[in-house]
């Protein structure tokens, strides 16, 4: 079975920083390309950050600077460094595992608030 096991989310103060990390199974890690996405309550999904399988990185606008997406591709994980953290990044975080053309996987989700 393919697994995607996200962890690290919690509780924090604005200005903190919480380190998101996935870990995956069932799949050749190092052939997929890897992303974050949140959904906050009443919101639809959100993409945040992805990770090509060659390690090249990319930012959506509203975490760009104070986010780092890292894999480690002899652990399987893919991490999210979360610095700056503010209220609007509250929602819970999804990692995904994408290889084209048409195999995408989900995992579940790691509750992360931020408290004004």
């Known amino acids: 079975d393919v697994q995607l096991q996200a962890s690290g989310g919690g509780l924090m103060q604005t200005g903190g920083s919480l380190r998101l990390s996935c870990v995956v199974s069932g799949i050749s890690f190092d052939t997929y390309n890897i992303g974050w996405f949140r959904q906050a309550p009443g919101k639809g999904r959100e993409g945040l950050s992805c990770?090509?399988?060659?390690?090249?990185?990319h930012y959506a606008n509203a975490v760009r600077g104070r986010f780092t997406i890292s894999r480690d591709n002899a652990k399987n994980t893919v991490s999210l460094q979360m610095n700056s953290l503010e209220p609007e990044d509250t929602a819970v975080y999804y990692c995904n595992a994408v290889r084209f053309p048409a195999t995408n996987f989900w995992g579940q989700g790691t509750q992360v608030t931020v408290s004004s």
């Open positions: 990770i090509s399988k060659e390690g090249g990185s």
